[in-house]
């Protein structure tokens, strides 16, 4: 009885169960980004078109729609429907490499998108999200094998077996998807997929006698790495390096060195952010022109319209959005949950540091978007896409299988599941 009155409750007030906090950060992110986007492509150019900033009304329409479907989707649903999401993933990832927009990658250099009619859809984007439920769901059969085999009683040498075959076996699951967009020559992305695994790897309960070894390795690597940019390119061009991701390397250490030509970008962004002074020029009032400001350079918009104090208020609500998200993981006591969140936080947190780092000259450039406030359509969405993992995880807590079994697309992620016999997913997990 009581049961049931819980339930009954949690059904006539549904909006008791959403996160407030993170969806005013979202809320109020969204208004930052229509309100720069008009700005930068009605005031500046003064063309009398509104036409952009309607389009990133329209797809936070579509991204809320999204995030709230997403939000209904229970813990086990989730956890099912992740190898389907996986595969769907790298189906698009593939087919994005043959039916590749070709104007698009002459100007991006990135076969990165597909367009249908006016729309450019990047496959890679929406894979993100496929790729963080499908690491929670392999961390989750990790902790599973764990408790039936008693990885706390392990001596040393046979937990290092045990979580040596579980790294590998991610870093299995992590090269499809990383492969091809490599292959797509989207150098960006890539390093966002490598950020979201090592978020997955420091949640997942790995020993750091693994952890440890692996994470000096990295470092090493990207010392060579470095070393390699700086005095041995050559190397670096036969494993398949690009002039242009030199350049951008180039730029980053000397900004104002060749600003006429690979430098332009980055050197426009840190004068139009440095003249916004403290509280900024007000909406549309442009001094500095910087390539694709509405995009990936957004960050200088704000500067220059907002100033400091605009800047700030963006960083705040990062950093409220972020902290919720992982106190969000911490209630959850849940290894599913707390590896999806960990996947979105790192997720976030690469997107957020290196393009406001990229535009204030601390990293090099990327083309990576602004999460939430950058204009474009299949980011934005993922971006919405996440905010209703994260939203999802509260949103069912306490509700039984009676309940969610009625809700509409609860059953029809449940009926896509059945259709891939769980046996032949075992095998292949």
Request: hydrophobic share 50%.
């Amino acid at each position: 009885m009581e049961k049931r009155s819980s339930n009954r409750r949690l059904k006539k007030k549904p909006t008791s169960r959403v996160d407030i906090t993170i969806v005013i950060c979202v809320m109020l992110l969204a208004l930052v980004s229509i309100v720069t986007i008009f700005s930068t492509t009605y005031l500046q150019y003064d063309s009398g078109s509104y036409s952009q900033t309607i389009m990133q009304i329209a797809w936070f329409a579509v991204g809320a729609l999204a995030a709230a479907v997403v939000m209904q989707l229970d813990r086990e649903t989730l956890y099912h429907f992740a190898p389907v999401a996986y595969g769907l993933g790298l189906v698009l990832l593939v087919l994005v490499l043959i039916f590749y927009d070709r104007e698009l990658a002459v100007t991006n250099g990135a076969h990165s998108w597909i367009t249908i009619g006016p729309l450019s859809l990047q496959p890679s984007e929406l894979m993100k999200v496929a790729y963080i439920i499908m690491m929670a769901y392999l961390v989750q059969g990790y902790n599973d094998e764990g408790r039936r085999l008693g990885v706390e009683d392990m001596d040393m040498m046979e937990r290092v077996k045990f979580d040596g075959r579980f790294l590998l076996k991610i870093t299995l699951w992590t090269i499809p998807p990383v492969a091809l967009i490599i292959a797509q020559n989207d150098l960006g992305t890539t390093l966002v997929f490598l950020m979201m695994f090592i978020g997955v790897i420091f949640v997942s309960g790995i020993t750091w006698y693994i952890i440890l070894p692996a994470f000096l390795s990295f470092a090493v690597i990207a010392l060579v790495l470095i070393i390699l940019v700086v005095y041995q390119r050559d190397l670096l061009y036969a494993l398949g390096f690009q002039d242009y991701q030199f350049a951008r390397i180039d730029s980053w250490l000397n900004p104002f060195g060749n600003s006429a030509n690979e430098s332009y970008q980055l050197a426009q962004s840190l004068k139009a952010i440095g003249s916004g002074g403290i509280l900024g020029k007000g909406l549309g009032q442009f001094q500095v022109h910087v390539p694709v400001r509405e995009s990936d350079m957004i960050f200088s918009t704000i500067g220059e319209n907002f100033g400091f104090l605009g800047s700030s208020f963006v960083v705040l609500l990062y950093f409220i959005l972020i902290f919720q998200m992982i106190s969000v993981a911490f209630r959850a006591h849940d290894a599913f949950y707390a590896s999806m969140v960990s996947g979105v936080v790192m997720m976030f947190t690469f997107h957020i540091v290196e393009n406001i780092g990229m535009s204030i000259g601390l990293l090099p450039l990327t083309g990576i978007p602004l999460p939430l406030i950058s204009a474009g359509g299949t980011a934005l969405i993922t971006s919405m896409l996440s905010i209703g993992l994260i939203l999802s995880i509260k949103y069912n807590e306490g509700l039984d299988d009676e309940h969610l079994s009625k809700i509409p697309v609860v059953k029809a992620i449940r009926w896509v599941n059945r259709l891939i016999p769980q046996n032949l997913i075992d095998k292949l997990t």
